[in-house]
């Protein structure tokens, strides 16, 4: 976890393994390290073995946004001859969003960037896509609307939850809601509370 002068961020590299034991079924997902301009953050890519290790499915993406499947043969021939030197199509498109005409990659492959996470290679599919974090996730150290949404106290669960559970302490919920300053109060308040108690129980 790096923590910057305006957001944080949560690399993952290094290589995963997640097999079914039941049909002997195997992915082998490489996540990217992003580098010191952190063009490949989020990246990742692999495949998805049969049990006599045949390549059945390349996979890529960026598994923060969209994660991509397609055949493997035609993968393999993409960044072939993306290493390669030359362009296997126009089509590419930027992380930022910029228009591939305008811009070359670092290994001068017009239309193409190692930075990509959307390679448009024909017959590719989205098999899994994040939903993108609330305007105000930056208010919440950059929490998804589910992170956020753990500690609320719904109609569902109101009549379930434990007197001693932590989301029904008003410190808790003022420190949610950004009120630090009457949290510290509150605090403050309840040590004396609990050691007058403790006094009296001893006494």
């Not at 305007?135 to 753990?150: D, V």
């Amino acid at each position: 976890m790096h923590f910057g002068f305006t957001k944080n961020v949560d690399e993952k590299y290094g290589v995963q393994e997640i097999q079914n034991h039941n049909t002997k079924h195997k992915a082998v997902l490489n996540y990217k390290q992003g580098g010191w301009f952190g063009k490949d953050l989020n990246k990742v890519d692999g495949y998805i073995y049969s049990p006599d290790k045949q390549k059945l499915k390349a996979l890529y993406g960026s598994w923060v946004k969209e994660l991509y499947a397609v055949n493997p043969a035609e993968y393999d021939e993409f960044m072939k001859e993306l290493n390669s030197g030359t362009s296997p199509s126009q089509s590419a498109k930027h992380l930022n969003g910029a228009s591939t005409s305008t811009q070359t990659s670092d290994h001068n492959i017009s239309g193409k960037s190692p930075s990509t996470y959307d390679l448009e290679i024909p017959g590719q599919e989205v098999i899994w896509k994040g939903i993108s974090r609330p305007e105000y996730s930056q208010e919440y150290f950059s929490f998804t609307l589910f992170t956020m949404a753990l500690n609320e106290i719904t109609e569902e669960n109101a009549n379930k939850i434990p007197p001693t559970d932590c989301r029904l302490r008003p410190d808790i919920r003022l420190l949610e809601q950004g009120q630090i300053g009457i949290t510290r109060t509150y605090d403050e308040k309840l040590r004396v509370n609990i050691n007058y108690t403790i006094i009296v129980i001893i006494h």
